[in-house]
């Protein structure tokens, strides 16, 4: 097989299943995941190479895990952009802003990007955590709008969406864009 036939072979697509995250105190991630997002411990164990302390945790049985968190972070360096955690409604991401402001979870932002509607928190390290929910439109992104679902309706949130988004250049359903994203990826696949 000559380099050109390896570099154009068609490449099996993969899918994302887990994330480590450097941590200060990984039990104490653990509470907070537990708590807040369903999750279980899987595991705990010591590093072979470094000796850190190592907590598996999933929200899946067919995962061993999809966070790993360890206590490999350092003052001064970040641990990471955000983990995101994606519901099933704007109703559910509601109960969530709720109640992550009576336990005085750090509610960092509030964004209405149009194609989903968002609440990012503040882990006990200060990691960015993106709760959301797909809307049923797609705008062009970056896009957002303040607001506020610790005292805003749902119907109130939905209906400004609604309006808002459809004003935009390129609005159209999450179906819509769904088709031409497949379409795409499929075209990426057959092309290699």
């Not at 050109?4 to 907070?32: C, N, S, Y």
């Not at 109640?99 to 006990?124: C, M, R």
Request: glycine letters at 6%; hydrophobic letters at 40%.
């Amino acid at each position: 097989m000559t380099l050109l036939e390896i570099i154009t072979m068609p490449l099996p697509q993969g899918r994302f299943r887990h994330i480590g995250v450097p941590a200060f105190d990984p039990d104490e991630l653990g509470k907070f995941y537990t708590r807040w997002f369903g999750f279980v411990v899987s595991d705990t164990g010591s590093g072979k190479s470094d000796n850190a302390r190592v907590v598996f945790m999933t929200g899946s049985p067919d995962e061993h895990h999809q966070i790993a968190f360890a206590n490999l972070r350092r003052e001064g360096h970040p641990a990471m952009q955000q983990i995101s955690f994606v519901y099933d409604s704007l109703e559910e991401l509601k109960t969530m802003a709720v109640e992550f402001h009576k336990a005085g979870v750090p509610i960092l932002q509030q964004k209405d990007h149009g194609n989903t509607w968002s609440v990012y928190v503040s882990d006990p390290e200060g990691n960015r955590v993106e709760c959301y929910a797909p809307s049923p439109w797609y705008v062009q992104q970056p896009t957002w709008w303040e607001m506020d679902l610790v005292t805003e309706s749902v119907e109130e949130v939905f209906a400004r969406t609604e309006d808002k988004a459809r004003s935009l250049p390129g609005f159209c359903s999450r179906e819509e864009w769904q088709a031409r994203i497949s379409a795409g990826v499929k075209a990426n696949l057959e092309a290699f």
